[in-house]
């Protein structure tokens, strides 16, 4: 298990933009690939994105590809997640993940530690 402690959400309008950070403990946190998941209300939790242990692998889902971006500063243990042009249908409990292994994965079982999640709300 990783610590995981997210911050950065909050409402913002649509279109504009808002950035999520991940801060994990231990010394090891290039070894961990990391992901991003929403829950919205009423719905299924989904992926949104995920970065590699070195930052060189990142995937994103379709809704989100072109407007979020995911990166890592293994030096602070922090990842972070870029959000522009947001849109409503963003609105949704955010959540950090880790995986200890460092190639990510898009499926949320893949993940082992998860942060307490951060509110986004887009207003229209």
């Known amino acids: 298990q990783v610590p995981l402690v997210e911050s950065g959400g909050g409402l913002v309008q649509a279109g504009g933009s808002l950035r999520l950070s991940c801060a994990a403990s231990g010394r090891t946190f290039s070894s961990y690939a990391m992901g991003w998941f929403r829950q919205a209300p009423g719905k299924e939790r989904e992926f949104v994105g995920a970065i590699s242990g070195s930052g060189s692998i990142i995937y994103y889902s379709d809704s989100v590809k072109g407007r979020f971006t995911c990166s890592r500063d293994n030096d602070k243990n922090t990842v972070y997640l870029q959000m522009n042009r947001l849109k409503p249908e963003d609105t949704a409990v955010y959540y950090c993940?880790?995986?200890?292994?460092?190639?990510?994965?898009?499926?949320?079982?893949?993940?082992?530690?998860w942060g307490q999640g951060t509110q986004v709300t887009v207003s229209t």
């Open positions: 993940a880790a995986q200890t292994t460092p190639i990510p994965s898009t499926n949320e079982r893949g993940y082992d530690s």
